[in-house]
């Protein structure tokens, strides 16, 4: 009995605003002396049991009032109006969001729940009072006050950034160089080697490079997405299929690729820097101009005024260069299949090139 009381009380606290409290009282339903009447449930009305008249069950209003002067047999509850009790409540009664007054006259057999409103209990049998000070929440859906918002914390003071001194500044500038030369000699020394090593076929991819610059270009923004997505799904495919044991084959041709792109985008680098390698021995008067020499240096000076370029403060938009002469060196690379046929694939134009069309300084057309 109590946890359906308890039950019904948390359900009225969901459905019941706490201004029907303050409605005036206006008995619908009038129990009269002598008369007699089952279970009550009231939505929005009232109900008045006068001297003598008797409720043989339960009594359960939602927004209205409750004037009980005979007997009820059952259990009293009350959501949202006020409650006159001077007569006999045989099982509990529960008054939620209402005024609930007490005569002396008045008996309740079972408990007393109150929950808000104010308790007026003139008889010395019954638990109200008692029960509501026990549990302070008289008056909480009337006289309800927000609680006070706590102030907030002070913010700590913002930390003391010390600008780093001119020594500090020197040391970094130094390191920064440092990295610029080293990978630009790292570059150099790859180029050396390529153009010592494959002359003719470095030769041959910067001779595309400079003639159809657009297409290799295009070839090589598409290599540069079909590629990754390539060997991720072959790496994908063949860590499934490792369960099978069928998967380990496919983990050397992941390794392949992967060598493979990486030596095309470096074999690329090397020809555009040996394009300019040979716009340079020019005005330097070198006299030795060997695609080794002509690589070496254009490489060299490629790679070292792009790192410049990528130094925090210096000018934006390196990256976007970098990444389309790697896309061009790349595609140039793919077209000729690292230089070992011409591109495109007909008679070698007229000029001064050779049958395969090689020499750099040669017009080509298309």
């Given at each position: 009995m109590k946890?359906?009381?308890?039950?019904l009380?948390?359900l009225a606290l969901?459905?019941i605003?706490?201004?029907s409290?303050?409605?005036?009282?206006?008995y619908?339903?009038v129990i009269?002396e002598g008369e007699?009447r089952?279970?009550?449930?009231?939505?929005g009305?009232?109900?008045?049991?006068k001297?003598?008249g008797?409720?043989?069950g339960d009594?359960t209003?939602?927004?209205g009032d409750a004037d009980?002067?005979?007997?009820v047999?059952g259990?009293l509850?009350?959501?949202?109006?006020n409650?006159?009790?001077?007569g006999t409540?045989?099982g509990?009664l529960?008054?939620?969001?209402?005024?609930l007054t007490?005569?002396?006259?008045?008996d309740?057999?079972g408990?007393c729940?109150?929950?808000g409103?104010?308790v007026?209990?003139n008889?010395?049998?019954?638990s109200?009072a008692?029960?509501d000070?026990?549990?302070?929440?008289?008056?909480f859906?009337?006289?309800?006050?927000?609680?006070?918002?706590p102030t907030?914390p002070?913010p700590?003071?913002?930390?003391v950034?010390?600008?780093?001194?001119?020594?500090s500044?020197i040391?970094g500038?130094?390191?920064?160089m440092?990295?610029v030369?080293?990978?630009s000699l790292i570059?150099?020394f790859v180029?050396?080697a390529?153009?010592?090593?494959?002359?003719t076929?470095?030769?041959?991819v910067?001779?595309?490079?400079?003639s159809?610059?657009?297409?290799?270009?295009?070839?090589?923004?598409l290599?540069?997405i079909?590629a990754?997505s390539l060997?991720?799904?072959?790496?994908?495919?063949?860590?499934v299929?490792?369960?099978v044991?069928i998967?380990?084959?496919?983990?050397?041709?992941?390794?392949?690729?992967s060598?493979a792109l990486l030596?095309?985008?470096?074999f690329?680098w090397?020809?555009v820097?040996?394009?300019?390698?040979?716009?340079?021995?020019?005005?330097?008067q070198l006299?030795q101009?060997?695609?080794?020499?002509t690589?070496t240096?254009?490489?060299f000076v490629?790679?070292?005024i792009?790192s410049?370029l990528?130094?925090?403060?210096f000018?934006p938009g390196?990256g976007l260069?970098?990444?389309?002469?790697?896309?061009?060196g790349?595609g140039?690379t793919?077209?000729?299949?690292f230089?070992t046929?011409?591109?495109p694939?007909a008679?070698a134009p007229?000029?001064?090139?050779k049958a395969d069309?090689i020499?750099?300084?040669?017009?080509?057309t298309?």
């Open positions: 946890r359906t009381i308890f039950t009380t948390l969901l459905l605003p706490a201004g409290a303050l409605a005036a009282p206006a619908d339903i009269g007699s089952s279970d009550v449930e009231l939505y009305d009232s109900l008045e049991v001297s003598g008797t409720v043989s009594v209003i939602f927004g009980i002067a005979g007997t047999e259990n509850a009350v959501f949202g109006g409650v006159a009790l001077s409540v045989e509990d529960v008054s939620l969001g209402g005024n007490i005569s002396e006259s008045a309740i057999d408990d729940v109150v929950l409103g104010n007026e209990d008889s010395t049998r019954s109200c008692r029960f000070a026990a549990f302070p929440l008289s008056g859906l009337g006289e309800f006050q927000p609680p006070t918002p907030p002070t700590p003071d913002p930390p950034i010390t600008p780093p001194s001119m020594a500044r040391g500038f130094f390191i920064n440092l990295e030369l080293g990978r570059f150099a180029a050396f390529i153009g010592a090593l494959a002359p076929q470095l030769e041959r910067s001779s595309v490079i400079r159809k610059p657009i297409a290799s270009g295009a070839v090589g923004l290599t540069a079909a990754p060997i991720t799904l072959l790496l994908i495919v063949s860590a299929l490792t369960l044991c998967g380990l084959l496919g983990f050397p041709v992941v390794i392949v690729l060598i030596a095309a985008i470096v690329g090397v020809a820097g040996n394009l300019l390698g040979h716009v340079l021995v020019t005005p330097l006299k101009r060997s695609t080794a020499v690589a240096l254009g490489t490629l790679t070292a792009l410049l990528a130094l925090p403060r000018i390196e260069v970098a990444f389309v002469l790697v896309c061009i790349l140039a793919a077209l000729t299949q230089g046929k011409p591109y694939p008679n007229a000029g001064r090139s069309g020499i750099i300084d040669a017009p080509i298309d």
